[in-house]
């Protein structure tokens, strides 16, 4: 594990098995990138569960643009995200 790696609690990634190669490695530098530079514990601005699990839950493009563009910049987002789909998928 690398330094960067050590400050941070990840679970083990529940990534999709038809990534193409170098896509897990490419999301896990994301997750550590958005985690030390945007983690945003007070939740300032964030959109609320209900517009987070219609984008977890979309079958098509989404339109909430502000959404979108938060989730890409908030660590607490993401893994609220990643928690709901947990919570839909059983896994």
């Known amino acids: 594990m690398t330094s960067d790696q ?3 609690q990840f679970r083990e990634p529940d990534f999709p098995p038809d990534l193409d190669p ?3 490695e490419l999301l896990l530098a994301f997750d550590i990138w958005i985690h030390e530079k945007h983690p945003n ?13 219609a984008v977890v839950r ?5 339109e909430d643009q502000y959404t979108l563009d ?3 910049l908030c660590a607490a987002c993401l893994d609220e995200m ?8 059983g896994r």
């Open 6 to 8: 050590s400050k941070f």
């Open 22 to 24: 170098g896509e897990a």
């Open 41 to 53: 514990p007070e939740r300032e601005g964030c959109p609320g569960r209900d517009r987070l699990e």
């Open 58 to 62: 979309a079958k098509t493009k989404v």
């Open 70 to 72: 938060h989730i890409g």
């Open 82 to 89: 990643k928690e709901i789909k947990r919570e839909l998928t």
